[in-house]
């Protein structure tokens, strides 16, 4: 009896020590597992996430040469127009063409691979855009020459804001606004890199 009161100190030192390993080996084994269609889904429900606006004000001339006879005999004035508009152009990068191959986990690092940087939209502010002066031919269609010079002003706001830089100013903000947001939703930390692919740039 006392030999086994002396001992079963022990054994319960044993007993802990091998338990101990045990739940050691069993957590290493653990598999790291990560939903991504699950984490895809929350992602694509942002949309389109609007990342910088820009504004702008700007003076618009458009000139519409009437037609010339013979080299001296013009019928007609030609049309001329001058505003003075005011818009706005908003960068964004569409999350529902992240697809589920962009998603790479790596360790303890998520790894994000988003679309190309895009405007999502560009207009005028109707409100705070006016004709400073207008005279057209008499022979032409005065309203249409109006809505082609709005037309033509809502062009140079797009072609404004991408020499002003909003593709690349889109993707700076996509990493201060967006990389905490992945990192909540996936519980992760995430690397963010954009995908190598083909814009085409249409001013028109």
Same mark, same amino acid.
């Given at each position: 009896?006392?030999?086994? +009161?002396?001992?079963?100190?022990?054994?319960?030192?044993?007993? +802990?020590?091998?338990?101990?390993?045990?739940?050691?080996?069993?957590?290493?084994?653990?598999?790291?597992?990560?939903?991504?269609?699950?984490?895809?889904?929350?992602?694509?429900?942002?949309?389109?996430?609007?990342?910088?606006?820009?504004?702008?004000?700007?003076?618009?001339?458009?000139?519409?040469?009437?037609?010339?006879?013979?080299?001296?005999?013009?019928?007609?004035?030609?049309?001329?127009?001058?505003?003075?508009?005011?818009?706005?152009?908003?960068?964004?990068?569409?999350?529902?063409?992240?697809? #589920?191959?962009?998603?790479?986990?790596?360790?303890?690092?998520?790894?994000?691979?988003?679309?190309?940087? #895009?405007?999502?939209?560009?207009?005028?502010?109707?409100?705070?855009?006016?004709?400073?002066?207008?005279?057209?031919?008499?022979?032409?269609?005065?309203?249409?020459?109006?809505?082609?010079?709005?037309?033509?002003?809502?062009?140079?706001?797009?072609?404004?804001?991408?020499?002003?830089?909003? +593709? #690349?100013?889109?993707?700076?903000?996509?990493?201060?606004?967006?990389?905490?947001?992945?990192?909540?939703?996936?519980?992760?930390?995430?690397?963010?890199?954009?995908?190598?692919? #083909?814009?085409?740039?249409?001013?028109?």
């Amino acid at each position: 009896m006392r030999i086994i +009161l002396k001992i079963f100190p022990w054994l319960i030192i044993i007993l +802990l020590g091998i338990w101990a390993y045990i739940t050691y080996k069993s957590d290493q084994n653990v598999e790291t597992v990560i939903n991504r269609s699950a984490i895809l889904q929350e992602i694509e429900t942002l949309g389109k996430l609007e990342l910088v606006k820009y504004n702008f004000k700007e003076i618009t001339e458009v000139t519409e040469v009437s037609k010339e006879y013979f080299r001296f005999f013009k019928l007609g004035p030609d049309s001329k127009i001058a505003l003075i508009s005011e818009g706005q152009a908003v960068g964004c990068i569409d999350l529902t063409k992240i697809r #589920e191959s962009d998603l790479v986990l790596e360790n303890d690092t998520l790894y994000v691979k988003l679309p190309s940087p #895009e405007i999502c939209y560009y207009k005028l502010d109707m409100e705070k855009t006016r004709i400073y002066s207008l005279q057209t031919n008499p022979m032409k269609d005065e309203k249409k020459f109006i809505q082609k010079a709005y037309k033509h002003a809502e062009r140079e706001i797009k072609a404004s804001a991408l020499n002003s830089g909003i +593709l #690349e100013q889109t993707r700076e903000n996509a990493e201060t606004i967006l990389k905490p947001l992945l990192e909540q939703i996936s519980g992760h930390k995430v690397i963010l890199t954009t995908r190598i692919e #083909e814009v085409e740039i249409d001013l028109n």
